[in-house]
Nanobody
């Protein structure tokens, strides 16, 4: 059974930076597409950034130029570097294996104004 464990969330002032990490454990073979989603109360979970097994990335419009997703396939990890954070980035962030029902437990990111 594959499990995802996120880390790196926290409280930061607007304009600051945070780096989220997601480590996958269990039986993972080959290159897999992974993504970061976020969710705020009362809203649907939304895709923030994704990366294919070949390293092709995609970003939600509001985070383009501020967030960077990267992966280390050898270590089964995916990271999200978040710069120039805004209060509207406040959410619970989830790591996800695309095309599966596997999600991490979520990590809270709070950006104060």
């Amino acid at each position: 059974q594959v499990q995802l464990v996120e880390s790196g969330g926290g409280l930061v002032q607007a304009g600051g930076s945070l780096r989220l990490s997601c480590a996958a454990s269990g039986s993972i073979f080959g290159l897999i597409p992974m993504a970061w989603y976020r969710q705020t109360p009362g809203k649907q979970r939304e895709l923030v950034a994704s990366i294919t097994g070949g390293g092709v990335t995609n970003y939600e419009d509001s985070v383009k130029g501020r967030f960077t997703i990267s992966s280390d396939n050898a270590k089964n990890t995916v990271s999200l570097q978040m710069n120039s954070l805004k209060p509207e980035d406040t959410a619970v962030y989830y790591c996800h294996i695309q095309g599966s029902n596997i999600w991490g437990q979520g990590t809270q990111v709070t950006v104060s104004s």
